[in-house]
């Protein structure tokens, strides 16, 4: 059976590429636009949904794995900011502010249909930082392509004066933790 991973995102391959040697990436082809009252944890799990319905369609015999992240701050969405100065906004937003990340997780076995899920949550407290650290830190990382507008796995972590979660991966985009548990209920051992 493939194992297939249901993104194009370099971040979710190079955290799943820790878990299991062999497995291929194939970009979901999905309209990820909200719905109207969808709240952050409904919107992560169905794009996660729809992710791994949408790869699972052209491959018979696979466990597909797809994943999405909402990020939540004050009641609204915090986006993929696309370029500087977005991303710079976005972020002065934050200061001194929780933000809740909904990361969710779907599992699917096209041979047997069926489906796991789960939604995990991270919350994070940003720093008060000027906005020159603000702008020094998005042209060192230049994190236009993730959700809340930084990379955890890099220089992000000095964005951030508290976080608290089950599993540090979920804030990069693939709650491991999680994943561990749904590829043992579909007999996949990964140690």
Known sequence: ????LASSSPYRRQLLARILSEFRCQSPAI????FAQEDPEQ??????????????????NALV????????????????????????????????EEVCFYTSIAVLNSRRN???????????????????????????????DCAGGFKMEGLGIALF???????????????????????HEEGIPVI
């Open 1 to 4: 059976m493939d194992i297939i």
């Open 31 to 34: 309209d990820e636009t909200s």
């Open 43 to 60: 919107l992560a799990l169905r794009l996660a949904r729809e992710k791994a319905r949408a790869v699972a369609q052209n491959n018979s």
């Open 65 to 96: 794995i797809a994943s999405d992240q909402v990020a939540w701050h004050r009641g609204q969405q915090l986006t993929k900011p696309g370029n500087r100065d977005r991303n710079i906004e976005q972020l002065m937003q934050c200061q001194g």
């Open 114 to 144: 069926t489906l796991q899920t789960s939604v995990e949550r991270y919350h994070t407290t940003f720093r008060h930082l000027s906005r020159e650290q603000i702008e020094n830190y998005v042209d060192r990382e230049t994190p236009f």
């Open 161 to 183: 004066e508290k976080m608290s979660g089950d599993d540090p991966n979920t804030l990069i985009g693939l709650p491991l933790i999680r994943l561990i548990d749904m590829l």
